[in-house]
């Protein structure tokens, strides 16, 4: 079985500053993949960025990225220069080979920018 | 490109009634799958279709079922409804080949919210 620990319920981050949002994740299943989602008050869950297990390189995807540590299984996000569009729930979450579209989530950290 | 459609985006029943909801996934997409959002629980997920065959499915109550069309498009029936089936309930496609893939990212829908009184 798969899981995701996300220890922040709660963030305040300054508009245009930068922010760490963490993710740990437990596996025993060597494929697999590492996802962050935003989701907005409208509800709607929107794909941020993607990491491999087999990825040697942090993914990036404009002002988002992911610092990912296997060893420590982590897979933290990072948002640069934040702006007030940023405030939402954030979803770490994880896809294993051989379990389809079957995706675990963790409980979400809601991040909100401060002008 | 069309995203991925859910109807309605608000529902209220009473308890008792079964209910539909319908997904219709970005085209191409042949895979879709279903979650339940709560507050107490969070997202968990329900079930997936692939080329109109549930491929996998969550630890939920035989009341929960769906199905998925020719066309990929997918609905979920709930039925005797209690009071915590109250929840968002997101429905996600992607671009899922015939074999099991982790690196695509699903597409969601904006949900459908259920209220059951």
């Known amino acids: 079985a798969q899981k995701i620990t996300q220890t922040q319920p709660g963030m305040f981050v300054q508009e245009k500053e930068a922010v760490t949002l963490d993710c740990t994740y437990d596996?025993?299943?060597?494929?697999?993949?590492l996802f962050w989602y935003k989701q907005p008050s409208s509800g709607e869950m929107i794909f941020l960025i993607y990491q491999g297990s087999y990825d040697e390189q942090n993914a990036t995807e404009g002002r988002y990225s992911l610092n990912f540590q296997k060893a420590r299984k982590s897979a933290n996000l990072v948002i640069s220069a934040s702006q007030l569009g940023d405030s939402a729930m954030y979803f770490c979450?994880?896809?294993?080979?051989?379990?389809?579209?079957?995706?675990?989530f963790g409980t979400g950290t809601k991040l909100q920018v401060i002008p | 490109k069309a995203g991925v459609t859910q109807t309605p985006r608000y529902l209220i029943k009473t308890r008792g009634q079964q209910v539909t909801l319908s997904c219709s996934p970005i085209s191409g997409h042949r895979s879709v799958s279903w979650y339940q959002q709560t507050p107490g629980q969070g997202l968990q997920f329900l079930f997936e279709?692939?080329?109109?065959?549930?491929?996998n499915k969550g630890n939920f109550p035989g009341r929960f079922s769906g199905r998925q069309f020719s066309n990929s498009r997918s609905e979920m029936n709930v039925s005797t409804l209690e009071l915590g089936d109250s929840a968002l309930y997101l429905c996600a496609s992607s671009f899922a080949a015939a074999g099991s893939s982790y690196n695509s990212p699903l597409h969601f829908g904006n949900g459908t919210r259920l209220t059951v009184t």
């Open positions: 596996t025993s299943d060597q494929s697999y993949g």
């Open positions: 279709y692939f080329s109109e065959t549930q491929r």
């Open positions: 979450a994880m896809r294993v080979l051989g379990g389809y579209q079957k995706v675990t």
